[in-house]
């Protein structure tokens, strides 16, 4: 199978009340874990990559990848931009194979956010490549950028509003209280604006920070209009500390297959954990 657009399987999780979760694609090994976890539960999935990986891992090794991922497995995966910063990124990635991009506008003023969406969504469409949006500032470290709690803030449900009827994306991500890497404590979910926001418009609300959410918020806010979560920080953590583990009892080691399978084994039952708990097995 080729690469889908988030379009195969977005619209029928918001209509049955699943979500599907966007796995980041950091090398070849997180890459076999993410399609073996889904194999195995049928799960739809999507390979999110950040302009950081893609630097990391090369435009032409990511796509080659995730259409072997694909082929290998016949289950619809989209290959997706995370977090793209400009309108040029996004057309280099359409152009190279991906299926579906993220436009963060976040940083700008809400008009200019809504301004360039639309121009992004207007080529990607044209292509048949899907567009996620995003509203607001979910803090934590993304790629590196770190944003404050100080400094994240929350999406007005009446602008997301606007922004979904002016853009037109896919679907949209707003910040409602999660933030990317781990947390200290707790997450603050607002499910009221994922709420309000969901009801008032036809595309899923996309949750990111998805790491380290506890899986009742999880369940509570699929329940409220989420349908694609992402999740990063607990596949990195789950290779890391499994590596780390390996080389502290054995500091011989020297092939890299003798750490990296265990690695890439913590990585499977993480991503299977995930699609469990957002309830998209058997949804291939
Ligand atoms: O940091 C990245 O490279 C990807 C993330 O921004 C991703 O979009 C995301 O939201 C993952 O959240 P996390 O796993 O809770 O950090
Ligand atoms: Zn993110």
């Known amino acids: 199978m080729a690469l889908v657009s988030m379009n195969e399987f977005l619209p029928k999780a918001k209509a049955n009340k699943f979500a599907v979760g966007q796995f980041n694609m ?111 500032t979910i803090g934590g470290v993304e790629d590196d950028i770190s944003v404050d709690e100080e400094h994240a803030n929350l999406a007005k449900p009446e602008e997301a509003i606007r922004f979904y009827e002016e853009t037109g994306v896919d679907c949209l991500a707003i910040a409602v209280g999660t933030a990317h890497g781990m947390y200290a404590g707790e997450p603050n979910i607002h499910f009221d604006i994922i709420e309000q926001v969901s009801k008032a418009i036809p595309v899923p609300v996309v949750l990111h920070g998805g790491s380290g959410v506890p899986d009742e918020m999880i369940r509570k806010s699929i329940a409220a209009g989420v349908g694609k979560i992402n999740v990063n920080t607990e596949n990195q953590v789950a290779c890391t500390d499994t590596i780390r583990a390996v080389l502290n009892k054995d500091a011989k080691i020297y092939d890299p297959r003798k750490y990296l399978t265990p690695a890439r084994n913590a990585m499977v039952e993480v991503v299977k954990s995930k699609i469990q708990l957002f309830g998209s097995s058997n949804q291939a």
């Open 26 to 136: 950091n090398n070849l090994e997180f890459a076999q874990a993410i399609v073996e976890a889904a194999m195995e539960l049928k799960s739809p999935f999507i390979y999110g990559v950040s302009e950081g990986a893609l630097k990391y891992m090369g435009i032409e090794f990511t796509v080659a990848i995730a259409e072997a991922a694909a082929k290998k497995s016949g289950l619809p995966i989209a290959l997706h931009l995370d977090h793209g910063s400009s309108f040029e990124v996004a057309m280099k990635c359409i152009r190279a194979g991906f299926s579906s991009v993220m436009f963060d506008g976040s940083h700008y003023s809400f008009e200019e956010n809504i301004r360039l969406t639309k121009e992004v969504v207007k080529a990607a469409r044209a292509m048949g490549v899907s567009v996620e949006g995003e509203l607001g």
